[in-house]
Structures are given as C-alpha cells and as structure tokens.
C-alpha cells in the first residue's frame, strides 16, 4: 500500500511537469515548474524503488540525488513566478543554491557508498541529505513568507497564506517521517514484503509525499490561473 501511494504520487507529479509547459513552451515560470515537478516525481520514483529493492542502493541514490536539487527548484520557481509579475529582485539565495547542489549531491553519493557509520537508522549520508534539504526548505518558505508581508492585494495574501500553510505542512510532515525513519531503532530483517516495506518507510505514514503532490497542484493552479482564481476562506 505504502508503495502504491509513492508510485501515485511519482506519476502525480510527473504528470503536472509534463503538462505545465504544453500550454506556452515560452513563458519561463511554466519551464520552471516543469523542472520543479520532475524533480519531485524522480525523488519519489527513487524512494519507490527502494521501497521494492531496499537491498540494492540505486533506488536510494536516485533518491538523494534528486531531493538534494529540490530546494533550488522549488526557490527558482517561486522567484521566476513573482519576477515575471511585478519585477521583485531576485534572490541572491538562489544562485548560492544552485552552484551547491551538484558537490551535496556527489558528497551524499560517496558517503551512501562508503561511510557505513549510522545512528540509529541514519547513516552519514542521510544526515548530510536532510541537513541540506530542510534548511534549503526553509529558505524557500522564508522566501514565500516575505513574498506575503510586501503584497499589498487582499486576494494575492489569502493565496500566499493557503500556499504558506500547505507548503509548511508538506515540509513539516516529510521532516517528522525523516527522523521518525533515521532515528528509530535497528530493526531485525522482515520476513516479508509488506513487513520491509513498513521498515523502509519507518513508522509515519507518507503524508509528505500526498501534501507535496498537492502542494504541486495548488502551485499549478495559481500559475496557470494568476489573476483569475478566487479562493474562499
């Protein structure tokens, strides 16, 4: 069941990417969302695969590898979004990502492969991982909140609380299930499928994964309909 859920979540998303650009192959925050979804459905097409094969390494890395561009795509989209709109500065943040994410995400390959030492569940590579991601997480979220305090529009505000409150939520929720996971106890090998998956995934169920698939919806709507969509509270 876990593993079902992530391989709806991987397809979810992939399929936004896919179909965010169809619409205008020009328009530059519709080319970032794509990146931004794709890199979000091949983060959980590794974990799924490592829910199948957790003997072998390669889900995992694609994994990790994927989740460490993450910040950098969600905080590029998020500036492109409001640049193209009303010309607000770029964030300097962005770049410093951007060039960061290729040697974390080497270091996070060489630790998996060869530092076995762990604390718990966690191994070196898991804490460089979620070290890197969460705090690129709360920059974005930093971004978004000063995004809310300059906006000056009523409706524009009632969005950015709804994108804040459902943004926080997926990071909260998928931070929770990472420590559950790496912080839990060594566990003996299960005897069978569904009881390895469960030791996988650890003892949180995967609300991030459904929270993050639908941040990436309410994302797509207030793209593609900026000035036309009204929320009520």
């Not at 397809?11 to 530059?28: H, I």
């Not at 094969?53 to 994927?66: D, F, R, S, T, Y």
């Not at 950098?72 to 770029?90: E, K, M, T």
């Not at 609380?161 to 566990?187: D, K, N």
Request: hydrophobic share 55%; charged share 15%.
């Amino acid at each position: 069941m876990i593993v079902l859920l992530y391989a709806m979540a991987t397809v979810a998303s992939g399929a936004l990417a896919v179909r965010a650009p169809l619409a205008d192959r020009q328009d530059p925050v519709r080319r970032r969302y794509a990146v931004l979804g794709m890199t979000v459905a091949v983060t959980w097409l590794g974990w799924t695969l490592n829910l199948l094969w957790p003997e072998l390494v390669l889900g995992k890395l694609i994994n990790g590898v994927a989740a460490t561009f993450l910040p950098y795509a969600l905080l590029a989209f998020i500036d492109q979004f409001f640049v193209g709109r009303d010309a607000s500065p770029a964030d300097p943040r962005l770049a410093r990502l951007g060039a960061l994410a290729p040697p974390v995400a080497l270091a996070y390959i060489v630790a998996e492969l060869f530092a076995p030492w762990h604390l718990g569940q966690a191994g070196v590579a898991d804490v460089l991982l979620g070290s890197w991601v969460f705090v690129g997480f709360g920059v974005s979220l930093f971004r978004l909140w000063q995004r809310h305090q300059a906006s000056k529009e009523r409706v524009e505000r009632a969005r950015m609380r709804y994108l804040l409150g459902l943004a926080s939520a997926a990071v909260g929720s998928t931070l929770l299930e990472a420590a559950a996971r790496a912080f839990a106890p060594a566990s003996a090998q299960a005897s069978t499928f569904w009881a390895q998956e469960g030791l996988v995934q650890g003892v949180l169920p995967p609300v991030g994964a459904l929270l993050t698939t639908t941040l990436l919806y309410f994302l797509y709507q207030m793209m593609s309909l900026y000035r036309l969509l009204d929320l009520t509270e």
